[in-house]
């Protein structure tokens, strides 16, 4: 058997080897690249990242600035603003924030207003007499501990009847949220009362600030005509500031504040303090 010259067996085992290296060196170049690729988008993923927290850092604090400035201006002798709901638009720092403020003072409290009163609502709201009636006896009825409830109100029997693991507690309701676990609502009907409804009024409606859906409430209730007079200065307002910061960020902050009107009272009390729409 013939192998042929010793000088060409060792020039093809060259070839082979050189290309065998060149082979390595390319899939070396190839693995870098790739990994060159991957740490930069990697960088550019981190760098966007931080600029949108930081868009959004920024456009946050100018909706928390901008509602400080709509109690400044509520409580400004002088000219204070009107609870209207009014769109005010400020700039807090380099973002512009639209503002408005909402007299909470017309609402209805259903921790203080009397089954009447809200048998009235409901009905204004589209309940027929005797669902608004027993209804209003369930939300007086959750509300009220459980040796002061009203005769015809709901106990926890009727609860579990209904295949639901809690009664009416007998304590005020946190919020309107809770209304929504009254035996009896629904919350189409939770969302069509919850613009006359607040918990944190301390007072019975205020005619002049009312909607008129809670003036005829009233007005079914008492069985007269209403005296309206003018209202003095919001104590309690619904406050909602959006945000909109140079860098693209935005935000929106809902505040419930009570105003102070004295030198014995603090300027303002945070109710609540919340992000996003409603």
Partial sequence: MTLGPPNAVLAVKGVREHGFA???VL???????????????????ETQLVTNLRAAAEAEAAADGAVQAAAFHLLDPAAPWAANGQEHVLRVGNAITAVRVYNEGGKINPNLADPVLMQALLRECGVDQRAAER???????????????QPDGV????????GLDYG?????FVDLDELGLV?????TLLSKLRPYLSVYTDTAPDPAAASVQVRQAMQSALGRQLSITLSGPPRTVAVTARAAGSRGGHFT??????????AETAPMLVLTWDAGEE
């Fill in 183 to 187: 035996l009896g609502m629904t919350p």
């Fill in 27 to 45: 899939w070396s170049v190839v693995l870098l690249a790739l990994l060159a690729t991957q740490i930069t988008a990697a960088g550019r993923t």
């Fill in 155 to 162: 106990r926890a029997a009727p609860y579990r009847a209904a």
């Fill in 253 to 262: 902050r809902r505040a419930v504040l009570r105003l102070g009107r004295s």
């Fill in 22 to 24: 060149l082979l390595i």
């Fill in 135 to 149: 209804l209003a006896a369930a939300i007086a009825d959750w509300r009220t501990p459980a040796q002061a409830r």
């Fill in 168 to 172: 009416p507690p007998g304590t005020a």
